[in-house]
Each structure stands twice: as structure tokens, then as C-alpha cells.
């Protein structure tokens, strides 16, 4: 292996070798890639000894800090009796105890394990739409998601993924599917508050799913929080009355949990905090604290029960390579140990409040609008936003030693659980340095 000897040198290399996810390849003939040689706690290193808080979690799946000794410690532990076995046809202790613990967590059972946020979104789909055909309707097999939703990038998480830019390139292999209106608050009209435009939103999902709901199988949402359209941030109420009317009208209820799960909205799972279950549950990034690729979608035991019979075309005939990998259920249960240990939902409750009030002076600033918070993620809008500005911010904020990345004119944080006051006060002042310097750029 060629040893790293300077920022500049694995910069050239990166860029001579590898094709970099979301991202434009030219943009980087100006605005260089960050080179990362360490990281620990809430800190990522480049090779020159620079420091950078990632008050992005790595993309919203670090939830303890990098370098967590009990989580490495646990894979470590793991490698030494097996590290990889295929699910099928076998299985081994991690896998069992891991889907055990999820079904405890969220009242859901039979485990499906992939290996990342856009595979547990295809499980859940091909599973709603093969249970409605083994109930002999299978006709049901559209879905309905919400206008601005993010699902993930493969085909069929495309098919209920509602952001241009992600799908537009790849509409003609996108089968179409049913968008209703988001429940995003910011959407409201101005003599509308955010109960009125909640019940206008439930009511175009209901004249959809009266209209259609012979041939749609599932409903998917992401529970309270939309994130790669800006954080949106919508109330509970409305998870309480789509569970309401899937079961009026026949179908079921996907709750992306990908981004928002473990603890991320002040909950453990956020349909928690409308306090109802859904028919399936997709599972992800903070499933490991950022350490292993691992993804799980549990279900409703007659859903299960759909698929067990004589047939092997009833099955479920889905597979991965890497389905249900030890080393990351070993992690994932060193994961699920920390919550037990560190009582961290109390804990996270409690730092919220104090972050609040550190980062409340952003919120008093004239260019800002649309302030929120929900658990451990904040976000605001900026009024006016320059075309460059989500670049010219992230750089900006890099300058201040912190790694941010708007969404169009959103900025947002999302920090691993473990920072501190004091790490925070360092995001609030590249926040406001960002802010002023991106203006300046305009």
C-alpha cells in the first residue's frame, strides 16, 4: 500500500482513481476534496494535522463519535469466531440476538437484513407489493409517497424518491408512482398555520388513496423528518392519521426510519412519537453508529406469515451477498448497548436543550427564517441565498474548522450525540462566519 505523504498527494491520487458519490467530478478542478487521514470523537483529521467538527455525522450516520472503543472492540471481538457466513441456509448468534433486540425496539418481527438505506427501501417495497399477491391482489402494486420525499437512489427507491435531481436523469426507468402533498409546514399558506395545512396535506392523501388504493400496496413516509429536501420538519399529527387511513382504505404503512431512527428526533424511532406502529420498518445508517454498512426492514407478523408456505414462488426471493454480515451486527449490537448503558435518549433530551440555547443566536439573524429543531437535528433557511451558496458556505465553514453541507438554502446540523458545549459554540461561530462570508461572495 502507498504510504499518504501530504493532503496534496492523496488529493491527485483520489481524483486520478476514484468517482466520488453525488457529486459533479469537474467541480473539483476548483474546489479541492477533503482528505481525511484520522478521526476520533467528533473530530476528522486531514493529513496535515487540520481539524474539522462533523457536524454532519459523516451523512447522518455517526452517532457516537468516531473511534468509539466499544464498538470497535466488539468487532474485533467478533472476528475472531466468524466475520461473514451467507443467510441462506445459515445463520449464527449476531444476526439472531440483533433481530431479537430490533423486535423488542419496535414491535415488529421476522428481520430482512441489506446493506445500506436504498436496499432496506427496495425490501420494503418488493415485500409490500409480493404480500398483496400472495393474498391473491396483485393489482396492488403501485405506492404512494410524499411530494419532496428521499428514499434512496436505486430503481425502485427512485419510483417514490421526489427530488429532481437525483431522479430526472433516470426518469424513463422509473416506473411511476402516486405523490401526494408534503406535510412540510413551510409549505402552508401565510393565513394557514401548521394544523390547517396538516389537515389540507391528510386530505389530498385520502383523495388519493380513495381513488386508488385497489392498486396501491403501501404508503412510505419518512417519519417527521424529510431530510434531503431541507430537514422539513412536520408534525406528528399527521403519521397519526396516515396509519388511520391505510387501514381504512387496505394499505399498508413503510416507515423510513433510515435517516431518522435511533434517536435521532428525541425518540428511539420517530413514529414513536405519534405513537403508532407501521406495517414495516426500514432501518440504517445510525444502525451501526456509522461503523459497518448494515440495513434491516422488520414487519408485521402476517406479513411474514404471507410468504410462508409450500411454494417457493411465495418466498420472498430477495438476496445480498453481505445479508446479515456479523461484524456489523456485532456492531450494531455494541450500538444498542450504548443506548442501554448510556441511557442516551434522556441524555440527548437534556443536550438538545443546552444546544438550543448555544445556537440561538443564529436563529435571531435577519438573513435566517424557518428556525427548528426536533431531537438532535437543527436547521434554518436563508432568505435571499446567493446561487453559490451552499458552496461557497461549505468552504467557508471548512475555514472554520467545521464540515457542513447545505441543502440548496438549508443549512443544517446533525452532530454525533457526544459533542459538547463547547464543540457546538465552535459550529454556531462557522455558522455565523459562513453566513456573512457567503453574502460577501454573492
Known sequence: ????????????RSLAAVWHPCTQMKRHETLPLVPIASANGVW??????????????????NLFGHNEPRIKAAISKQMDSVEHVMLAGFTHEPVVQLSEQLGELTGLGHAFYGSDGASATEIALKMSAHYWRNLGQPKKNRFV????????????????????????AYAPLVRENFSVLSPDP??????????????????????VLAEHHAEIAALIVEPLVQGAVGMAMYLPEYLAQARILCDQYGVLLIADEIAVGFGRTGTMFAC????????LICLSKGITAGYLPLAVVLCRDEIYQAFYADESAKAFLHSHSYTGNALACAAALATLQIFRDDDVIVQNRAKAIALNAVFSPIAALPQVKNWRQRGMIWAFDVIDAPATF?????????????????????????????????EAVQIRQAVLYSLEQAFKSA
Request: proline letters at 5%; a negative charge; one cysteine or more.
Open 390 to 422: 451552499a458552496q461557497h458556505f461549505f468552504q467557508n465553514a471548512l475555514k472554520a474548522g467545521v464540515l457542513l453541507r447545505p441543502v440548496g438554502n438549508t443549512v443544517y446540523f446533525m452532530p454525533p450525540y457526544n459533542i459538547t458545549e463547547q
Open 186 to 207: 413551510r409549505l402552508s399558506r401565510k393565513d394557514e398555520t401548521p394544523e390547517q395545512y396538516t389537515a389540507r396535506a391528510l386530505a389530498d392523501l385520502e383523495r
Open 272 to 279: 414513536e412519537q405519534a405513537a403508532i406502529k407501521p406495517d
Open 1 to 12: 500500500m502507498k504510504k499518504i505523504q501530504s493532503n496534496q498527494d492523496l488529493l491527485e
Open 44 to 61: 476528522l483529521t486531514d493529513c496535515e494535522g487540520h481539524r474539522f467538527i462533523d457536524g454532519v455525522s459523516s451523512w447522518w450516520v
Open 145 to 168: 409517497y410524499l411530494a419532496d420525499s428521499y428514499h434512496g437512489e436505486t430503481m425502485g427507491a427512485l419510483s417514490v424518491t421526489d427530488v429532481p435531481i437525483f431522479r430526472t
